[in-house]
């Protein structure tokens, strides 16, 4: 683990930092008790909104949609409100929110309070990854244990009149769902589809209720900048994209992991943080966001700095921040087989786009690495592409289709070189 600036692991290097006494030690759950112990009301909750939007903090989940303003849309109602932690950390490539329930848990759980508090919402939920049953579950699992045993949590917290409670909620394992309407569906104990929106969940959500559904990034986040202040978090970062990612670094480097780095730092210092190159190669291209943003190579990411801004002029995404990096030799019409593969198996079903146009992608790039392809085949995995793009209820189709869109543009030539050699690939 590297860090700078660091947001959401500020206290791991402590011993055991995962355990409530020693978060509390490094000041954890002293804004929530400040909260408690202030006058709670609607002007202590719409003082805790302002400080996030003013902040600029932006949702981690991959779609960077400003924190505070997503708050801010929760309606003042008298309905029971829900706060909801998307912990479905399934995207490829990234492993950052699994670091925080297993080495800062206790941040999560703040952060969740805090924003419950902030919306009026009286309970909330933190959705895990199915697969992280015997990972950072039992971490989880035992920190929110251990802030109800301090009565941080429950009713009238700390005879503060303000009520919360949190459940963890263990997943199937479905990529889908990290889609927050299809999370919310899961949730409910229905298969996890995604819905047609509107209405949004801060209208109609978990159980027809009001809410309001944030990644876990995000909400480790709020803490830090309770405590330190909106100007404080506005100076980490660009002046566009405030605030530390942390980034997933994996693929063909020499130390891949996760980075808390400011927003905004070049490419090339993310690379040579990692390590460098492995084996001294070359870079051929990065996934700059997870698995779902399109591919950009390396001759373009060099002149990036790592933020919404600059990787969406380059013509990919900041996303989750999962930094895939490719070396020379790797062989693209593959990777996209491998990639399509992947979006093929874990689509919902539920949009016939996705449904049949993820099969259509994989089977064709199939018959492509088989040696049976024809270049008209390019023609019409850009085709099927382009249909699929838009036409869903939720963002998985996008994620399938620009993969192929991005690696095509980029690499035709290894695409035509191994349709014209019979499957041999131009990498080989």
Request: aromatic letters at 10%; a negative charge; one cysteine or more.
């Amino acid at each position: 683990m590297r860090q700078e600036n660091s947001i959401c692991f500020s206290n791991i290097n402590q011993p055991e930092s995962w355990k409530i006494e020693n978060y509390m030690a490094s000041g954890g759950y002293l804004q929530w008790k400040k909260i408690l112990q202030g006058q709670p009301g609607d002007k202590a909750r719409e003082a805790i909104i302002e400080t996030v939007k003013s902040s600029g903090l932006r949702g981690r989940g991959g779609a960077g949609f400003p924190t505070g303003l997503k708050w801010s849309f929760m309606p003042k109602t008298e309905k029971q409100k829900y706060i909801v932690c998307n912990s479905d950390e399934s995207e490829p490539g990234t492993c950052h929110d699994r670091e925080i329930l297993k080495l800062n848990p206790h941040a999560l759980i703040e952060g969740i309070a805090i924003a419950g508090f902030a919306m009026d919402a009286t309970e909330g939920y933190n959705y895990v990854r199915g697969e992280f049953i015997k990972d950072c579950y039992p971490t989880i699992e035992l920190a929110l244990q251990e802030a109800y045993s301090y009565e941080l949590l429950g009713k009238n917290i700390l005879d503060s009149g303000v009520n919360f409670d949190l459940y963890n909620f263990l997943g199937a394992g479905a990529y889908i769902c990290g889609e927050e309407t299809g999370l919310l569906e899961s949730l409910e104990g229905k298969q996890g589809k995604p819905r047609f929106k509107p209405p949004f969940p801060a209208n109609f959500g978990l159980y027809g209720m009001p809410t309001t559904v944030n990644n876990t990034q995000t909400l480790a986040s709020v803490p830090k900048i309770i405590e330190q202040g909106s100007a404080w978090h506005k100076g980490i970062g660009t002046e566009k994209s405030p605030g530390a990612n942390i980034f997933s670094v994996t693929g063909h480097v020499k130390k891949p992991g996760n980075y808390e780095l400011p927003l905004g730092v070049p490419f090339a210092d993310l690379l040579e943080r990692a390590g460098g190159m492995m084996d001294g190669k070359n870079l051929k291209a990065v996934i700059p966001g997870g698995l779902s943003t399109k591919v950009l190579p390396g001759n373009i990411i060099a002149d990036c700095t790592m933020d919404y801004e600059s990787l969406a002029s380059a013509g990919s995404a900041l996303g989750t921040g999962a930094v895939v990096v490719i070396a020379e030799g790797t062989c693209m019409v593959e990777l996209l087989k491998r990639t399509s593969r992947f979006y093929y198996v874990e689509n919902c079903g539920q949009c016939t786009p996705c449904r049949e146009g993820t099969g259509w992608l994989y089977r064709l790039l199939q018959k492509i690495t088989q040696g049976n392809g024809k270049e008209s085949d390019l023609a019409l995995l850009l085709d099927v592409a382009n249909r699929i793009e838009g036409n869903t209820i939720c963002a998985f189709g996008d994620a399938a289709a620009w993969p192929v869109q991005s690696f095509i543009k980029h690499y035709y030539s290894e695409f035509e070189y191994m349709i014209n050699n019979h499957g041999k690939s131009i990498a080989a």
